[in-house]
């Protein structure tokens, strides 16, 4: 498994998961998001907007790390519920 971030203004790393690693809120929060994904998508954002659009983002764990790391980070409650532009690419 892979995850990665992408954006207009470009993409994060991809950072592989090993086999059989379970990919929990937990593990997201503390594994992937803060210590890769935040900085990539910081550095490419410059600091500025990025929206945030998977289900993962929702969770309260979540919500509640991105409020204390991202300065203007607008919770999912405010988020449009059916935008094109904000929904999660499924190649599924």
């Given at each position: 498994m892979?995850?990665?971030?992408v954006s207009?203004?470009g993409?994060t790393?991809?950072?592989?998961?090993?086999?059989?690693?379970?990919?929990?809120?937990?593990y997201y929060?503390i594994n992937?998001l803060?210590?890769k994904?935040?900085?990539?998508i910081?550095?490419?954002?410059?600091g500025?907007?990025?929206?945030?659009?998977?289900?993962?983002?929702?969770?309260?764990?979540?919500?509640?790390f991105l409020?204390?790391?991202v300065?203007?980070?607008?919770p999912p409650?405010?988020?449009?519920?059916?935008?094109?532009?904000?929904s999660?690419?499924?190649?599924?």
């Amino acid at each position: 498994m892979v995850s990665v971030g992408v954006s207009k203004l470009g993409s994060t790393e991809i950072h592989f998961i090993k086999p059989g690693v379970k990919v929990n809120g937990e593990y997201y929060r503390i594994n992937l998001l803060s210590q890769k994904l935040m900085q990539d998508i910081l550095w490419i954002s410059q600091g500025g907007f990025f929206s945030f659009s998977r289900t993962a983002h929702r969770a309260r764990d979540t919500v509640a790390f991105l409020e204390r790391k991202v300065v203007d980070f607008i919770p999912p409650t405010l988020w449009p519920p059916n935008s094109t532009d904000l929904s999660s690419v499924d190649y599924l």
